[in-house]
């Protein structure tokens, strides 16, 4: 299909869906203040188009990786259609009923955000890199260098929005509006205000374990290491010497410190077992193969990477629970009926390979009667 049919057929069908939602109509409400259909319809579409886009970058990878995504398009075809319209209808109304309790927890609290501020974290999530002064000097009539910053004030934002504009048209085809990513910043900010809030003056902090390993491949070898080992061996050149763990056998085979959750099972278990000083009396098996582990100290330490971020969230999690009993969310009858299967979910599929016709070999004259009878 050319690109400008598509495009135009697209806006009659977003026009005619748009159309038929009333500003006063509504899905649901919270604590009396209502969710708005069209509200309700510009998360859906955002939704959608994340679905999209998760998609295709799965689909890169399997891809890249030579991995069959069969059943990845079955369940992306599922989930984007009839079938799992209901989940993604949810979805979206718990997303508006979630920025509306903030919203109004912010409101409470008295906070506020500037223009600027939302303008300035946009930018940033973004990623949006503003022209500098040098990509806006021009010439003047006389050949001069001409810097249009100097001639006129200009909204320091200006260059983003305009960029925001062309966005949304282009990629998100109109469907989801810049004043939309306007509003989901201010979403984020007060997120963040509330979150900082609610771990102020907590601390993470988890037991951790600071070890050592020698990986090999059998179990009889890594018990002959723990012989060695016992027979006062150094540990490093053995681990040097028979380590299957290419990260770190030039460095005695060191882990550094980290928390549960971390190293697959058994070994954690067996490394979190094993007193400072002390290593395994036998051999430890995983996937990987089978492990010599030695200890060199377990204490509580402060969260690090992706165990503090569980565990922050989790108590901003128990938090917004809690909060909850404050709010009342009630859903308006048919308010899944503004949900739609736009922008459409279509499933990638392999270009059939056309086969070349096979040229047939041109027939063999055989030779008359005569002149084979002469050979």
Known sequence: MKKITAVLLCILVICSLFASVSADDS?????????????????????????????????????????????????????????GAELIADTVLDQLAYNEILNQKAE?????????????????????????????????????????FAMEEKDPYAD???????????????????????????????????????????????????????????????QEIIDQLNDGADWAELAAEHSLDSSNKDNSGDLGWFGRGVMVEPFETAAFALEPGTISAEPVQT???????????????????????????????????????????????????????????VAYEEPAVEEEPVEEAAPVEEAPAEEAALN
């Open 160 to 222: 983003f929005k305009e960029y925001l504009e062309n966005y949304t048209t282009t990629y998100y085809e109109g469907m989801v509006s810049p004043t939309f990513f306007k509003e989901y910043t201010r979403y984020v900010l007060i997120e963040d205000k509330l979150f900082d809030k609610e771990l102020e003056g907590k601390v993470f902090e988890e037991e951790m374990v600071s070890a050592r390993h020698i990986l090999v491949e059998t179990a009889e070898e890594a």
């Open 27 to 83: 899905v649901a409400s919270v604590n009396g203040t209502p969710i708005t259909a069209e509200s309700f319809k510009e998360m859906a579409a955002f939704m959608r188009f994340q679905y999209i886009n998760n998609y295709y970058q799965y689909l890169q990878m399997y891809m890249m990786y030579g991995v069959p995504y069969d059943e990845m398009n079955e369940y992306y075809t599922q989930m984007m259609g009839e079938e």
């Open 287 to 345: 996937d990987f193969g089978y492990h010599i582990i030695a200890s060199d100290g377990k204490e509580m330490r402060p969260m690090e990477g992706t165990a503090l971020e569980t565990a922050q969230n989790e108590v901003y999690s128990e938090w917004y629970d809690s909060l909850l009993a404050e709010f009342e969310v009630v859903k308006e009858g048919n308010w899944a009926d503004y949900y739609t299967l736009y922008p459409e979910f």
């Open 108 to 148: 409470a609290e008295g906070l506020s955000f500037t223009d600027e501020e939302i303008y300035d974290r946009m930018i940033e999530l973004f990623g949006y890199e503003a022209p500098t002064e040098d990509d806006n000097l021009v010439l003047g009539m006389e050949g001069n260098v001409v810097d249009p």
